[in-house]
């Protein structure tokens, strides 16, 4: 594997030039602060993201985000841009999990009010809400009902009663995205899908109460419903099993055609097809039914909480005012206008472990908002903060419109679960108030706060480059693990 070298152009930004040696058919530019670049070159992050850059039909420059660390073909953290017309679409630029997401829920209620019964409700909760590998959902769906799920997304939710109009408001494309197929879809995928909606799964997916601890920005703030001292819940998932089969299918659909299209990468993991050929068209459609899975579950799980709040305290979700703030999709390739070089051009925008961060007035940002910009959700690790944030204009200009999507692994599972045991983890938890409930040791172990980056170095990256502003800091009180 050759050695890059990243150049640095300004604060906390570097950048790797095309030349003879590296293939590369854009330049690459990273966003990071030292500290954080020192992390990514002590994994494959900038190899796989120069390799990204050499893609046939990239355009513009290649981004890592300052939470950037290795994944499979294109770095989590990742940013592509393919033309639209001569440019490829990869199944890895998306990922495994598509459309893993976080949607934040406001309430009114404050940390006092619900410390009492904190046990109560985390405990509530993960009653509730199914989690862990292989977990199923409480809705058994016929393949007709799965089949309107992959069309609908949040719509068929709230037709269905788990929820309301005003959800499918405040979600990314409303939670439905149009032009999703389920006869795109694999028997497998299906079967994998299935019997999982309306579930966490496990990794790094959580069910999180967090208190307000900041406000950086007034008016943004008050716009989303957020208070200092008020309690929100955040939810982590995405589309379960069926987003993974998509995706394995895809891959392999993308490998063997790449010898027909004639496709040269660096990496075979980079697997890709034509964007407008019938390889892209048929995975674009299985992925866009995998993003309306993905929306569909995370209303399903809010509905719950919402059952769940109403139970413990004891008073409606309306009394306890717990709106929908805002959803945002983590893993996604969709088309968008772009100014590349001067000219805007229709491009297919990958974005891996990267979330949309558009400023005011694009009309893809929903109508409560466009006067003020997209609400961004940064989580951190259960026992660090997280973070609310506005996209801003200098997104368009350096990263296609995205900013980080977390905190960015720093250490592997396999080597967390070495380090560290479930007493260990869930006493440095509750040394800082916050109470857990997981389903299995590894679940808990893999996801110790030690394995993660530092949130708000991620986050202040963001906010000086004028990617994506600060509006609230959140900290945990409550969380439920897979």
Known sequence: MQTLTPKKVGDMEYIIEPDSTNHMKVPLRIFANETLLNKMTTDRTIWQAANVASIPGIVGHAVVLPDGHEGY??????????????????????????NCGVRLIRTNLTEEEIRPK??????????????????????????????????????????????????????????????????????????????????????????????VAEIHDEEAAKRMGIKKGNITILIHCGSRGFGHQVCSDYLRISESASKKYHIELADRELACVPNSSEEGESYRKAMFAALNFAWSNRQMITHWTRKSFSRVFKQTESDLEMNLVYDVAHNIAKIEKHKINGRERSVVIHRKGATRAFPANRQEIPNKYRDLGQPVFIPGSMGTASWILLGQPN??????????????????????????????????????????????????VEETPQAYKDVDAVVHVSHELGIATKVAKLVPIGVIKG
């Open 73 to 98: 073909g294109f770095p989590v953290g990742g940013v592509a841009a393919m033309d639209a017309e001569e440019g490829m679409i990869s199944p890895g630029g998306v990922g495994y999990d598509i």
């Open 395 to 444: 997104s368009m200009n350096l990263t296609f419109g995205s900013t980080a999507h977390g905190a960015g692994r720093m250490m592997s599972r396999s080597k967390a679960r070495r380090n560290y045991t479930e007493a260990e983890v869930k006493k440095s938890l509750s040394d800082k108030g916050i109470f857990v409930k997981a389903r299995t040791r590894d679940g808990l």
């Open 118 to 211: 904190l046990k109560d409700i985390v405990t509530d909760l993960f009653n509730t809400i199914p989690s862990g590998v292989g977990s199923k959902g409480a809705v058994r769906l016929s393949p007709s009902q799965l089949d309107e799920v992959l069309v609908k997304g949040v719509q068929w939710a709230v037709d269905n009663g788990y929820g309301t109009a005003d959800d499918a408001d405040v979600c990314e494309e409303s939670g439905q995205i149009k032009d999703a197929d389920p006869n795109k879809v694999s028997d497998k995928a299906r079967k994998r899908g299935a019997p999982q909606l309306g579930s966490l799964g496990s990794g790094n997916h959580f069910l999180e109460i967090q208190r």
